[in-house]
């Protein structure tokens, strides 16, 4: 192992830190000690098949005890040498946590989890510790910041999955369980453009299904939940731009998909109340506080669940 890879391991976090532990085993091969001469692709699959390997069998215990790990590993990270690698090695670890957590187990628990452990990291500006979003970018001086989604990509597998976020995945394989969770901690309000999300769910291909205890989900049914948890979040949905798509011949998943998308989000006024939910939860998206936030304001249970897409 080279110097400043000692002094890495030395700085970084204890020993008994998973981390920690991969990047002694990457070290360990003699053609990858010289990281200025190899590059990421001759250790990633090293560190994709270690992680794999435990995320294949992990519990929810587990779950958390591996993403405190991974937090303390770049927190107490100081080794500078070799920065790039950090960088690299980070990266290929989020990737396959990312990929496991939303591709492979689809567990709401799983994803709710993951949330709660990362979203007070949104403003890091390293984008290594929120793991879900990458943070704030600013275009210009005249233009809004806005949000960039970070995405996964299978490893080895060059794929349609290839550079998605995890909501837009969630969107493709209308997983309703976990659609609802990512929109309450405010997902959808932070996309660029969320009728983008809408079209998803309605028109994209249904070659995917999932598992969910041995039986397969009635995909429909599943996208018609969430067209509504969408109308529960955006104060319109383009009819046009779906129509559109339509006449260029793409067939929606559902047939009667006008149904449920509510009138007052494309052709009659939205109701006041739902501005009002928009307007509260953009102001404690602001301040990062969905959906822990909602349960703190001093409103009766029946709204405060109301804010919180529950109706």
């Known amino acids: 192992m080279s110097k400043s890879s000692k002094l890495c391991c030395k700085t970084s976090c204890p020993r008994s ?35 794999a390997k435990i995320l294949r069998y992990i519990d929810l215990e587990g779950f958390d005890l591996l993403l405190s790990d991974y937090i303390a590993f770049v927190e107490k990270s100081r080794c500078r040498s070799e920065l790039n690698f950090n960088l690299e090695f980070t990266e290929i670890c989020v ?25 007070d990291y949104v403003q890091d500006r390293s984008f ?38 995890p909501l837009l995945y969630v969107a493709q394989t209308r997983q309703s369980n976990i659609l609802k969770i990512l929109l309450q901690y405010g997902i959808l309000e932070r996309e660029n453009n969320p009728v983008n999300i809408v079209l998803t769910i309605l028109l994209y291909p249904s070659r995917v299904r999932i598992m ?5 989900v009635d995909i429909e049914e599943d996208a018609k939940t ?12 383009s009819i046009r731009e779906i129509e559109m798509q339509l006449s260029l011949g793409r067939r929606p998943i559902i047939s009667n998909w006008l149904d ?21 939860r953009a102001q404690l998206l602001t301040n990062n506080m969905l959906p822990n936030g909602i ?5 009766p249970v029946r709204l405060q669940n109301y804010l ?3 109706s």
């Open 95 to 119: 990737n396959t946590i990312l990929y496991w957590v939303f591709a492979r187990k689809g567990n709401p628990d799983f994803v709710e989890l993951l949330l709660k452990k990362t979203k």
């Open 17 to 51: 830190n998973i981390f920690c532990s991969l990047i002694d085993k990457v070290f360990k091969r003699p053609s990858l000690q010289s990281l200025h001469q190899w590059g990421y692709h001759c250790y990633e699959p090293r560190v994709y098949r270690t992680l």
């Open 260 to 280: 449920y998308i509510p009138s007052t989000r494309y052709k009659d006024p939205c109701e006041l109340l739902h501005l009002c939910r928009i307007t509260i």
């Open 308 to 310: 919180n897409l529950e």
């Open 295 to 299: 349960f703190s304001l001093l409103i």
């Open 212 to 216: 969910v205890d041995h039986e397969l």
């Open 128 to 165: 290594n510790l929120a793991l879900i979003w990458r943070g704030l970018e600013c275009k210009s001086r005249k233009s809004r910041n806005t949000w960039i989604n970070r995405t996964f990509t299978p490893v080895y597998c060059p794929s349609p999955l290839s550079g998605i976020t």
């Open 226 to 237: 969430c067209l509504v948890l969408c109308s529960r979040v955006l104060s319109t949905i």
